[in-house]
């Protein structure tokens, strides 16, 4: 219970830093998508195949969030797009205000998408506006049907689920009918792609919707 | 920076609350197990597997801790155990006040092992004393073989990683090997297992050490 209520605290700077970075995104015109999983569900994946099919018709920049290493980094920045790492240090989520800084060291002129690739955590990230446009959790079959249930935050607040690694699924004890329909029970208004960064199943459908969300309509 | 800072003044409460667990389960004779890993890496499985290969050599109990549900306990209460579920409405890991809570509620005369499930987050669980005899990591192989150097905190302060779902590796981009390597050059004193609960590799092994463990000397 003493937790709950330091969150809070924390909560309502970290809600008016957000705010800020909320504004800096919308003056510049750039979509900001806050890309929240369990550790391993395939977010850095996901990125690179994202990199790899829109990399000539969306400017994209990434921010990558880990408790250490910069190898998330060292992955997306092989696409040649510009890449901030934010290292946590133990920290378990990103907060609005490490996001400012990251901002205060990336060029925002002409970007369409900034992808915010969150620390790996289906909990404490949930609470943490950074000011993004909407978040994006993916969720990897392998971690089971019953997880929108568990963490039901998570999938109350995005916008968007991404299951991945849909190719494991003759393998295992999850059901893609069951793990859809526990997400919409805990959100109908979820966006739902069903995705393999490693046969690229699904990847040119969430890409399509990605660049029509990301293009600029100025 | 704000967050460390806080956490740091939780933890002292918590540090003093988790001797008391300590002292309680040392009285009792006690094994306790703090069972950490990322949302859907088997933790269940692993306490469900355990219970039916030593539930006639040992008087084992159950704490389960989830974000929401109580579908945990549900699956362990099956095997005619003493369980109890901590639902921590959207904490992000079990602190020592809620076990203490829970040890009130549980008869502790005659139990030889109390594994306490924590909620799936292979962050913050790392730096939350329960009053455990050791922490228990448990890790998928389709969380990839990175994940020791990605989140070091958990295993540097585990005393055993057990390597779950070994029966996907053929259909994994994850190497063993690399995976124990990683883990190992983080902490070199890990007892490491390989299971699988589909096919119960592995769980002859681990059961054999926890029944070593936990067998009483007295």
Not at 31 to 39: E, R
Not at 92 to 118: F, K, T, Y
């Amino acid at each position: 219970m003493s937790i709950i209520t330091i969150q809070r605290k924390v909560l309502e700077k970290n809600d008016e830093i957000a705010r800020r970075n909320r504004t800096l995104f919308e003056q510049h015109g750039i979509l900001a998508l806050n890309l929240v999983s369990s550790p391993g569900a395939g977010k850095t994946s996901i990125v690179e195949r994202t990199l790899e099919r829109l990399g000539n018709d969306l400017h994209i920049g990434v921010v990558e969030g880990d408790v250490q290493t910069d190898f998330d980094a060292q992955r997306v920045a092989r696409y040649q797009v510009p890449v901030i790492q934010i290292v946590t240090n133990g920290g378990c989520h990103l907060e609005a205000r490490l996001v400012q800084e990251a901002l205060s060291q990336m060029d925002l002129r002409g970007l369409d998408v900034l992808i915010i690739e969150n620390v790996g955590n289906l909990v404490c990230p949930a609470n943490y506006d950074l000011g993004e446009a909407m978040k994006v959790v993916v969720l990897s079959t392998t971690e089971g049907d019953d997880k929108p249930l568990k963490y039901p935050n998570m999938f109350r607040n995005a916008s968007v689920l991404v299951i991945n690694k849909i190719d494991l699924i003759p393998y295992l004890d999850c059901n893609l009918a069951t793990l859809k329909s526990n997400a919409l029970r805990i959100n109908p208004h979820l966006e739902v792609f069903e995705t393999s960064c490693t046969t690229n199943a699904g990847i040119a459908d969430w890409c399509g919707w990605l660049k029509e969300k990301g293009t600029r309509r100025s």
